[in-house]
């Protein structure tokens, strides 16, 4: 895994990667910053033409139906950035495009090979703009490629290898360091960190008084929200919800609440500001994740079960409102005896968005939409 690790670095400052697959040879750079010169660059280096790899996400908001996950599409000699960015991410890509530039995109795409799953793949580690600027090593420049790749400065990675990078494998957290931290509304507090293998994320977990005696732990997951939790940001309920958490937490005598590395439910603090600005432009918390690329939801929570068995935790008493947190705990075998509901409150800003993840994502928000009436 180790040059996966590098290659996200890399293409997180601008440069291009490798992907090899067999004898596919794919050269990857990401969408963001200077996509034009990249484009060109890309051809340049590998002798084919450079293609624009797009997710299903992003290809039905173009109005496109994908067969998989994700398909390619071939650019002209001569792209520009603007209608690069318009295809890879822009909220109204028909404007830019002219109908017949969309129609002719919609005709040009080619099925995904595995090199371009596995740049796709990296970029959301990367938390970048879940899109690719891709091109096929030719032939004739196969050797020069390979000169640059042993002298170091090409990272090249296995399509496979890339390809499972957004996976876990359970007990991969390593358990770094802890110390006590007494909070405002929880004195007895410790905050224990644990570190994903790759070194690229760190999560936290913040025990309690002494849960390990009861039945049934007192356990919040929270995603982080750098906006909510640490701003109080009026767009959403996080910063509200979390310190309600502890102070419920401590209230029924102890608990742990999980800190989770999962900004913009999965998408990255980048993009979660790319999604507010489409908001204000009409669209829902949904829908403006899907104009960018992204599902309704990208978290994963193995992170958490890994966090609970280290901690010697198998039965919970699980405060959220998120069906998929409850079913995720009991995929990863942690029995969920009771959900308990925890709310912020609602506001002229966090209205729409509330109101879009109980109508469109099943959260169990009833209440708080009732007590408003
Ligand atoms: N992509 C995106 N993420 C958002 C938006 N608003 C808030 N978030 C993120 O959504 C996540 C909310 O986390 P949580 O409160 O733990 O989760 P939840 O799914 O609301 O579930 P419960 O609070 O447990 O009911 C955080 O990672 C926020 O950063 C938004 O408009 N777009
Ligand atoms: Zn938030």
């Not at 209608?83 to 890879?88: D, E, G, P, V």
């Not at 957290?173 to 007494?182: F, G, K």
């Not at 994903?196 to 025990?207: I, K, Q, T």
């Amino acid at each position: 895994m180790h040059q996966v690790e590098r290659a996200i670095f890399d293409l997180r400052r601008g440069l291009p990667v490798l992907i090899a697959d067999g004898d596919d040879w794919v050269l990857v750079q990401a969408v963001e910053g200077d996509a034009e010169a990249a484009a060109a660059r890309l051809g340049e280096l590998s002798g084919g033409a450079p293609a624009l790899v797009l997710s299903r996400h992003r290809l039905a908001a173009l109005g496109v139906e994908a067969t998989g996950e994700a398909a390619r599409l071939p650019l002209p000699d001569d792209v520009a950035a603007s209608r690069l960015a318009a295809l890879a991410y822009a909220a109204s890509p028909a404007a830019p495009l002219g109908r017949t530039g969309l129609a002719a995109c919609r005709a040009a795409l080619e099925a995904a090979a595995p090199t371009d799953l596995a740049a796709l793949a990296l970029m959301r580690r990367a938390l970048l703009i879940p899109a690719a600027l891709v091109a096929r090593v030719a032939a004739t420049r196969r050797e020069a490629i390979a000169a640059v790749r042993a002298d170091g400065s090409l990272l090249a990675v296995e399509a496979a290898q890339a390809a499972r990078c957004l996976e876990g494998t359970p007990g991969m957290l390593r358990r770094v360091s802890e110390a006590r931290i007494p909070l405002a509304d929880a004195d007895d507090c410790r905050f224990i960190l644990f570190r994903e293998p790759d070194g690229l994320r760190e999560h936290v977990a913040v025990v309690i008084g002494d849960p390990a005696s009861a039945a049934a732990v007192p356990l919040r997951l929270h995603s982080a929200c750098l906006t909510g939790d640490l701003f109080g940001s009026l767009r959403c309920d996080c910063g509200e919800q979390l310190r309600n958490a502890v102070a419920e937490i401590e209230a029924l005598g102890g608990g742990v609440l999980l800190y989770l590395a999962q900004e913009g439910r999965g998408i990255g603090l980048a993009n979660k500001l790319r999604a507010y600005t489409l908001q204000d432009a009409g669209l829902d918390t949904l829908d403006a994740d899907q104009v960018l690329g992204f599902g309704e939801d990208e978290r994963r929570y193995g992170v958490a079960v890994d966090m609970l068995d280290a901690l010697g935790i198998r039965r919970v008493q699980l405060m959220t409102n998120n069906p998929l947190k409850m079913a995720a705990l009991a995929r990863g075998g942690i029995e969920v005896v009771e959900r308990q509901a925890l709310y912020g409150s609602l506001n002229d800003h966090n209205h729409r968005y509330l109101s879009a993840k109980a109508e469109r994502a099943g959260h169990l928000l009833d209440e708080v939409f009732r007590v408003r009436r």
